[in-house]
Nanobody, 115 residues
């Protein structure tokens, strides 16, 4: 079993920055991918970014150049630095961990960007 706990969401004005963190605990093992999805009201959940245990990253086109994902394997933590935030970034952000055929999700943290 894996548990994921996110933190760092909140309200920010357009152009501002926020940093999200997600701590994983439980049967994590070494080989996994961690990342973030988001879901805005009335929209499907979409991938924001992910990072493998080896440090390879992937970003949604909508956040490239503005968001940066990183991880600390020793702390089982993944981070999402969000800069130049836009109102369209408003969503609930969910941390996830993918290990083999299993996916685990956090409960989500709200990010609201005001115009």
């Amino acid at each position: 079993q894996v548990q994921l706990v996110e933190s760092g969401g909140g309200l920010v004005q357009a152009g501002g920055s926020l940093s999200l963190s997600c701590v994983a605990s439980g049967s994590i093992f070494s080989f996994n991918t961690m990342g973030w999805y988001r879901q805005a009201p009335g929209k499907q959940r979409e991938l924001v970014a992910h990072i493998t245990n080896g440090g390879n990253t992937n970003y949604a086109d909508s956040v490239k150049g503005r968001f940066s994902i990183s991880r600390d394997n020793a702390k089982n933590t993944v981070y999402l630095q969000m800069n130049s935030l836009k109102p369209e970034d408003t969503a609930v952000y969910y941390c996830y961990l993918e290990r083999s055929i299993y996916w685990y999700w956090g409960r989500g943290t709200q990010v609201t960007v005001s115009s």
